[in-house]
Structures are given as structure tokens and as C-alpha cells.
């Protein structure tokens, strides 16, 4: 092999390297993550200070969710899952349960 092709070699190892720790360092901050962190990335857009720009009435304050007894954490995951008209579906693919559960528990606390 030539000196050419084997810096070319070190230079592709290298950048796959990299590109494997940045992937490896994404999931693992995401996964640390805490549910405010989550909540602001995921859901803020739409429901600012817990409340709801598509659907006011829908809000994420407690005697909204009570009143729809979306009042538990799994409740409030299985909105995440099987949303109403208006929100999007966050699977557990685009949305794994341990943060879905991070999220829930930060909106029973906060709102």
C-alpha cells in the first residue's frame, strides 16, 4: 500500500472515529438529560409555560389534566403515544419511555 492511500486510510479512520464518540456523546447527554432539558427540547414549542397554542383548552396545568384525567404519569405518556387532533405522536422510537417519563413527571411537577 502507498504512502498516499494509507494517509487516506488514517484520515477515514479517523473520521469515523469521531463521528462515532459525537454519536455515542449525543445519546448519552440526551439520555442523561432531565425532563425540564426534555420538555423545552420536545414539547416548549407548543405548550409554553404549560400552556397550548393549538388547542388552549387542552393545557398542561393541573385542573386542565385533571379535568381530562390526564392527571399520572402514565397517563401523560400515553397522551405523548396516542395524542389528540393537533399533536404530533411521539412513539417510543422518536421518544424512549425513560425520557417520555422524564417529561411526565417534570409537567406533574411544574404545572
Not at 6 to 32: D, E, F, G, H
Not at 48 to 56: D, F, L, M, S, T
Not at 70 to 81: G, L, P
Request: proline fraction near 4%; include cysteine; glycine fraction near 6%.
Amino acid at each position: 500500500m502507498g504512502l498516499l492511500n494509507m494517509k487516506k486510510v488514517v484520515i477515514l479512520t479517523l473520521a469515523l472515529s469521531a463521528t462515532c464518540l459525537w454519536l455515542t456523546s449525543t445519546n448519552t447527554a440526551q439520555a442523561t438529560a432531565n425532563g425540564e432539558e426534555l420538555f423545552k427540547q420536545r414539547c416548549s414549542a407548543c405548550h409554553a409555560n404549560g400552556g397550548n397554542i393549538i388547542n388552549p383548552q387542552k393545557s398542561l396545568h393541573k385542573a386542565t389534566r385533571e379535568a381530562n384525567k390526564v392527571n399520572t404519569v402514565e397517563a401523560i405518556i400515553d397522551k405523548m403515544r396516542n395524542p389528540g387532533p393537533g399533536m404530533s405522536t411521539f412513539d417510543a422510537n422518536i421518544l424512549p419511555d425513560s425520557d417520555a417519563k422524564a417529561i411526565a413527571e417534570y409537567i406533574l411537577k411544574t404545572f
